[in-house]
């Protein structure tokens, strides 16, 4: 079965992680089962996402059938700087969608920029996956309301809200159509629950893949533990992220 991880992180110099060549990571991405992956930025996260970008962008530069990469911006440096970095991000980096984690990058959902952002990577054709399941900054209803407000722009909740907040989760995903979950980092008893209750064809499958050796590998073997079909499986694994952002892989 085809899998394509819909989180994974670009090693940097944060989180305890280190920079790692492409094709090296690529290779171990391969080891652990991967035909494909969305790639973030790491130290972006933590400031001067302009740059980091551009890092991203160039590690990836001859590995596009199999990362899609995925820029960030900060609302915290305004609507119109974050617009114009989404701008660069699209028409000179070839960027696939935006990755935003408010606990990180220490912004509210409530600032006045974080919509507008949302709008405009959704005229550009981004997804946007949020970090969520951390109060008080990123819970999944908050991201709800958000999406409610766009409802052009796809919006996946990166952990589809961890162990605490995966029914709020839950209730995000089947009330707005635009919302996927990622399962990524979630218990399995729960990763269950959400796939019992929520549209099949919105569910991802994600592992955070970059920080440590085997996460790929765990995760993949934690949605094999559930009770899901391989019909199932095979959508979370491969055939909803293909739809969503299409790889040669």
Known sequence: MKIIDAHTHLPGWSFGSRPRPIRELRR???????????????????????????????????????????????????????????????????????????????????????EPVLAHAGNLGFPVIFHDGTPPYTSSLQIAALAEKAPQTTIILGHAGLDDLYEDAILACRRHPNIYLCLCSTSGGYSEQIIRHCPVERLLFGSDGGFMPNLIKLAIAKLHETDAPASVLRKIFYDNPQRLLPLPA
């Open 28 to 114: 171990a991405f391969e080891d652990e089962g991967l035909a494909g992956a969305w790639l973030f930025t790491t130290d972006g996260l933590l400031g001067e996402p302009a740059r980091n970008n551009d890092i991203l962008a160039e590690a990836v530069a001859e590995h596009r059938d199999f990362f899609a990469p995925f820029c960030t911006v900060n609302p915290l440096d305004g609507t119109d700087a974050a617009i114009r970095e989404l701008d660069r991000c699209k028409s000179k980096l070839g960027m696939r969608g935006l990755k935003l984690h408010p606990w990180v990058q220490a912004f509210s959902m409530m600032h006045p920029a974080v």
